[in-house]
Structures are given as C-alpha cells and as structure tokens.
C-alpha cells in the first residue's frame, strides 16, 4: 500500500490526514504510542506491511502474513471522561463489522470485548491502548488488524480465524477497506465524542453474535457463565449470572447455548 492509493480512499476528514507507512515494524500501537507521547495530531495513522511483534489483548501475539492483511493503528485524541475508554474498542469493532459489510456484502458480526466475526471466524481483532496525564485521557491509540487476503493460517487458528478471502472467495484491495474502517470509525467516534452513546450500542448490539445468549467468560482461567445481557455505558459487558446482573470489564467469551 502507498500514500497515493490510501489518500484516494480516504473520505475523512481527520483520520488519516497523515499517514506513516512501514514495510516492517514491531507493532504499529507501540510506534502510535511513541509518536502520540511526541504529540502527533489526532487522526495520524500508523500502517504496517508487517509485525515482528504485533501483539493483542493479554500479550497474545497477532499473526499476519506480509502484505496481505491490514495492521494499523490511529492516534486519537478523546473528549471521553477516563470511565468511557472502553467505548474506544467498541466504536472500532462497529466500525470494522460495518466496513467489512459495506466492501463485501456479507454480514460481520460484533463479539465482546474486541473482535468481529464473519461466518463465526474471527477476522479481526482491536487492541485499544491510552495514555493517561492527571487522570485524563491525554491519547488513545486503537490498534486494528482485519485479516483481508491470508489464505493460509497456522494450524491452531484454521477453526477460529478467516479473512475476507477466504470467506468471499475475492481477493480485495485493501486500500478500499482501509478506506471504509477509517470513514467508519470517523462516523462513530465523532458520535461519542459528541456524547451520543445510545446510537453506537443500540448498532453494535444488532450486529452482536452474543446478546441474550448463554456465554462462558474466562478471565485467565476463571470461568463464569451466564446470559450475555448488553454492553454498558463504559464498554463493560452485562452478565446475569445466578440470578444477578454484574459488569465485567475482560475475559474471553465463548457461546454455550442460543
Ligand atoms: C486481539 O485480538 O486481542 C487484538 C489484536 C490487535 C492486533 C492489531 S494489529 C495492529 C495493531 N498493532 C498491534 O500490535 N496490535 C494491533
């Protein structure tokens, strides 16, 4: 991908007014946090054809073939009080099912806290990061990786990931979805730095492959199970687990019944 292709993309107005590219780098959240503590402008993008140390949530590593996906990560500056930076993951994951359906068609789904799906594969991931100065969000860098054109993934991920290749059968330009997840991130995250929440909720649950449904939630090998209820206000997720309602704020969910 080059400048000139991504700029012809672009239908921002902030996000992406400055792009750095990069055939090689560590993680593109580590450089966007180096260079949001130098101060860069809110939108700057930072692209990576490759990750030698891409990384998710819990340290987990983020496998993606050289130049066939999209591993990027934009700076962002929020108005958000301190207690709404989960609403940051739940703005880029809407933005990604929302894209992903704009380029091809096919309907992507939203599963808590950071992951969209297509056909029950997960094809992207969102790691969100912040920087906090006296207890406010100085800068927040949403870290995206959207598996687009990767044919073959290593064996212990061939049940739980896909691209949109391999579930298309198209390859795509991967400018255009880079194109549609910058518009659509615009769009949701100028609604909640407006303060409109309900909107993006009210979307990403039509979209959830979760809600209302019997869930385990595994948080580093504490399970609990109950019924996935909503997200709330801070992007924790709603769980009604014995009769009770509680707010969780990590773990990894698996659907156990409809
Ligand atoms: C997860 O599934 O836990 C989140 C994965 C996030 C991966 C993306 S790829 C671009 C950016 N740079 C990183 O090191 N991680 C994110």
Same mark, same amino acid.
């Given at each position: 991908m080059n400048e000139n292709e991504i700029r012809s993309r672009l239908t921002t107005k902030? @996000?992406?007014?400055k792009v750095h590219i990069y055939?090689?780098?560590?993680s593109t959240n580590t450089r966007a946090k180096m260079l949001a503590l130098e101060n860069?402008?809110?939108?700057t993008v930072v692209v990576a054809e490759?990750?030698?140390a891409g990384h998710g949530r819990f340290e987990r590593l983020w496998c993606s073939e050289k130049g066939r996906n999209l591993t990027f990560s934009v700076i962002l500056k929020p108005k @958000?009080?301190?207690?709404?930076?989960g609403m940051l993951s739940i703005a880029a994951g809407l933005a990604v099912a929302k894209a992903i359906t704009e380029t091809t068609g096919r309907r992507a789904e939203t599963k808590w806290p950071n992951d969209v799906l297509l056909n029950h594969k997960k094809v992207c991931g969102v790691l969100s990061e912040s920087i906090i100065r006296d207890e406010n969000i100085a800068a927040a860098v949403v870290g995206i990786g959207v598996n687009v054109n990767q044919l073959v993934f290593p064996q212990e991920l061939t049940d739980s990931a896909t691209s949109l290749l391999l579930e298309t059968g198209r390859s795509l330009d991967r400018t255009q979805v880079f194109g549609n997840v910058l518009g659509q991130l615009e769009y949701w995250y100028n609604r909640i730095n407006s303060g409109i929440f309900d909107e993006m909720l009210e979307e990403w649950h039509g979209l959830?492959?979760?809600?209302g449904k019997t869930i385990t939630l595994d948080q580093q090998g504490k399970l609990i199970t109950g019924v996935a209820r909503r997200i709330a206000g801070d992007g924790g997720l709603i769980l009604q687990s014995d009769g009770k309602e509680m707010k969780i704020l990590s773990g990894d969910v698996t659907v156990i019944r409809d």
């Open positions: 902030v @996000l992406g007014q055939e090689t780098l560590d860069a402008p809110e939108g490759e990750q030698t @958000l009080p301190r207690n709404r930076i959830s492959m979760m809600m």
